[in-house]
């Protein structure tokens, strides 16, 4: 059985078979439309093994948008620096946000996540029963009316996207309930970043699948991932074709501390087995 990292390595060939053209950021070889399909079943957490994940990091991510947090002060202190270039006054500046301290995103994911279209004033308010729970909603539908074809989030906010430090990357997520009780999250992402933003992206939605599966008494079954434009930048490429002469290992499991609630999950609830991987590879985020 062909393992299932095989399907990023093959976008990376594919994309490096590609020309130069020039991007927001600098030079890239892009290809658009693409999709890759990863199993949940049996507690597989597909953390990509070509290279060692800090998945840590991306949890921690991904419970910060979950808490609707958008202060990347709250990531540094857990040395958390993903969000480090997005979240400087120089940045912020550029993208018109003058009235923003160092370190205040605007209504990013966790905002519109969870108080979808609340009017923004800064990271520090407290926006408890303002705009729309999507996430819990979405819970909501998955215990009373698991079949429903309306389960969306989107953190794609035409009224906001001004607002933010950086207009969403992943902006779509759709929960599906099989009649076997398993759960499938389908996200479309407009644009990614494939040497670094992919791998994170792959880890956190399955993360995250698993996660609403354990509060909704389902089982984790397959995370779908649609891409728009997927792209590798000029300063990517030796080492992502380093990557791709290595050769996958299985893909480790996921076991969670039960809980009732997405607030209360931290990060010791984690527990990852089996996770066998090569180097790290370092690369530069591009900002």
């Not at 059985?1 to 490096?16: A, C, N």
């Not at 990557?243 to 290992?249: F, G």
């Not at 527990?271 to 591009?286: A, L, R, T």
């Amino acid at each position: 059985m062909l393992h299932q990292e095989k399907q990023y390595l093959e976008l990376i060939k594919r994309v490096i078979n590609n020309k130069i053209c020039t991007g927001r950021n600098g030079n890239v070889k892009s290809l658009f439309g693409v999709q890759m399909r990863y199993s949940l079943d049996n507690n597989i957490i597909p953390i990509l093994t070509t290279k060692k994940m800090p998945w840590k990091v991306c949890l921690k991510e991904l419970l910060w948008f979950i808490n609707g947090d958008t202060n990347n002060g709250n990531l540094q202190k857990q040395n958390v620096k993903i969000w480090n270039g997005n979240a400087t006054r120089d940045f912020l500046d550029s993208r018109g946000l003058y009235h923003l301290k160092e370190n205040d995103l605007g209504p990013i994911y966790g905002h519109q996540w969870r108080f979808y279209n609340a009017k923004y004033s800064n990271c520090n308010v407290d926006y408890t029963n303002m705009g729309i729970d999507q996430l819990q909603n979405s819970i909501e539908l998955l215990k009373n009316d698991p079949y429903s074809r309306r389960n969306i989030i989107t953190a794609w906010n035409p009224e906001q996207l001004d607002e933010m430090a950086l207009p969403p990357c992943h902006i779509l997520m759709q929960f599906h309930v099989s009649n076997e009780k398993k759960l499938s999250c389908s996200l479309y992402q407009r644009s990614a970043d494939i040497a670094l933003g992919v791998p994170f992206n792959i880890a956190s939605y399955a993360f995250l699948t698993h996660m609403l599966a354990d509060i909704c008494d389902l089982e984790a079954h397959e995370f779908i991932y649609n891409i728009g434009d997927a792209h590798i930048y000029e300063e990517h490429l030796g080492e992502l074709k380093h990557q791709v002469s290595r050769t996958p290992y299985p893909f480790p499991t996921l076991q969670l501390n039960k809980r009732t609630n997405i607030d209360d999950y931290i990060v010791s609830d984690f527990f990852i087995k089996d996770y066998k991987y090569h180097p790290s590879i370092k690369m530069e985020m591009i900002i």
